[in-house]
């Protein structure tokens, strides 16, 4: 008897898989990648942050981007977004405000609420500007943003409040440094090799 050929075409191609596949190990896990199988123990970490980011973009998107971006402020706006978020290119704050702000320059309304916001929060290791963020908040609002209005309100009172301490500073420093130099009277003085009251 005759059996059919599917089987035994199934059947081979099972003791094939069977054959290069090796038993079990609680120990192991199977990594599979665009060079093939291994099997490897499972506290191993092979993870690369750096391959997920390319350091050169083969297909030139990026530059091209910049290129773009360099004439219209809404892909200025985007390659900002990109350089904050680290999207295709390596993370970077400082080039990512600096295209934000030049599309804020240029107009977007989009651009201009998002530096006033970054002025009035600060970003990383840059610190607030009140003023700045109310500036640039003044101006988005004016152009009728619900979300600017808002937020320049914050902007203002926080100005305001820097206002106050930059006064309090200016008119009390020269008051207060004055009393540190001269105006306080020295309670104990060195004689006879010691500290008398």
């Given at each position: 008897m005759k059996l059919p050929q599917i089987p035994v075409l199934l059947l081979v191609g099972l003791s094939v898989g069977c054959a290069t596949t090796p038993a079990p190990d609680s120990?192991?896990?199977?990594?599979?990648?665009?060079?093939?199988?291994?099997?490897?123990?499972?506290?191993?970490?092979?993870?690369?942050?750096?391959?997920?980011?390319?350091?050169?973009?083969?297909?030139?998107?990026?530059?091209?981007?910049?290129k773009l971006a360099k004439e219209d402020p809404r892909a200025a706006h985007d390659l900002a977004l990109r350089l904050f978020r680290g999207d295709g290119v390596r993370?970077?704050?400082?080039?990512?405000?600096?295209?934000?702000?030049?599309?804020?320059?240029?107009?977007?309304?989009?651009?201009?609420?998002a530096v006033?916001?970054?002025?009035?929060?600060?970003?990383?290791?840059?610190?607030?500007?009140?003023?700045?963020?109310?500036?640039?908040?003044?101006?988005?609002?004016?152009?009728?943003?619900?979300?600017?209005?808002e937020l320049l309100v914050e902007a203002s009172a926080a100005r305001k409040n820097e206002d106050a301490a930059y006064q309090l500073r200016t008119r009390w420093r020269p008051v207060f440094y004055n009393s540190w130099y001269s105006g306080y009277r020295y309670y104990w003085r060195w004689s006879s090799g010691r500290w008398i009251y």
């Open positions: 120990n192991m896990v199977r990594l599979c990648d665009s060079s093939g199988c291994e099997e490897v123990d499972k506290s191993t970490a092979r993870f690369d942050p750096s391959s997920t980011v390319p350091d050169a973009d083969p297909e030139g998107r990026m530059p091209a981007l910049e993370r970077d704050s400082y080039q990512a405000l600096q295209w934000m702000r030049d599309a804020a320059e240029r107009g977007d309304l989009g651009a201009q609420k006033g916001r970054l002025y009035l929060t600060g970003l990383e290791e840059m610190g607030s500007d009140p003023r700045e963020a109310e500036k640039w908040l003044t101006i988005a609002a004016g152009r009728g943003d619900k979300e600017a209005e």
